[in-house]
């Protein structure tokens, strides 16, 4: 087992090996990687934990690994992902890609594209669409807990789409009339309405690490405001010879 921890992959580590393309890499059972998570909802929600994930196995399609939060009593979560750490989910009855940080071979100017369409995603929306498009932008370095690495960026930006389902309000009040009090209502509905906002993502890998190393992904509302803030920084790795 060969085990790294705190940057022995450093920013002064050769460019050259990887400047023309990233080709996908061989994932192995007991591949591990251990990552900082911050996620930042609002103004003031605010949790970080550490979690690690690790490879069950890999097929010609597919990889399955466990994700745990670290000295966590609880039992490993069990999920799987695209060869690309592609996100996969069932979208209107069918797995639908919902996220794509990559697409082997990795070289800069490739571009390439997510969008799919979710009917009744929550009570509030009748449909949701959502469109990315992602780009290697090229290399950068990075540093993060394990240390500084040079690494392929990618980045995804995007909007979303909702229409929003109409609605009945009730206002209830009261009214004097000759000394008597008779309680008021009025019922207020309003249509459906679309509401739209952006996404944006970015991703930095490193090919000897096997994946990524840092990602930030943050949803913007329709008033042009952050919502939501994700964050993952690489703590420590450890790779199957």
Excluded: C
Excluded at 3 to 30: D, N, T, W, Y
Excluded at 59 to 66: D, G, M, P, Q
Excluded at 117 to 142: A, I, R
């Amino acid at each position: 087992m060969k085990k790294i921890i705190f940057g022995v992959l450093a920013a002064g580590m050769s460019i050259g090996a990887f400047a023309q393309s990233a080709e996908a890499p061989v994932i192995k059972p007991g591949d591990t990687w251990d990552y900082k998570d911050t996620v930042e909802k609002g103004p003031s929600g605010w949790t970080q934990t550490q979690n690690e994930l690790t490879v069950l196995r890999a097929t010609a399609s597919t990889i399955y690994y466990t994700t745990k939060t670290v000295d966590s009593t609880q039992a490993p979560k069990e999920a799987y992902a695209g060869l690309d750490w592609s996100r996969m989910r069932s979208i209107n009855g069918t797995e639908t890609v919902v996220n794509k940080p990559l697409t082997f071979p990795l070289k800069p100017g490739k571009s390439w594209e997510v969008s799919y369409t979710e009917q009744h995603p929550n009570k509030l929306h009748n449909y949701e669409q959502w469109d990315t498009q992602y780009k290697v932008v090229g290399f950068e370095t990075v540093e993060v807990p394990a240390g500084k690495f040079s690494a392929i960026k990618i980045e995804g930006e995007g909007k979303w789409v909702a229409e929003v389902a109409p609605a009945t309000t009730v206002v209830a009040g009261a009214q004097s009339v000759q000394n008597s009090i008779t309680s008021v209502s009025q019922i207020n509905k309003t249509g459906a309405v679309t509401a739209t906002g952006r996404v944006y993502r970015v991703f930095w890998y490193v090919p000897d690490v096997k994946r990524m190393v840092k990602s930030v992904e943050e949803y913007y509302g329709s008033n042009g405001v952050r919502n939501e803030r994700y964050t993952e920084e690489l703590v420590s790795f450890k790779l199957s010879d």
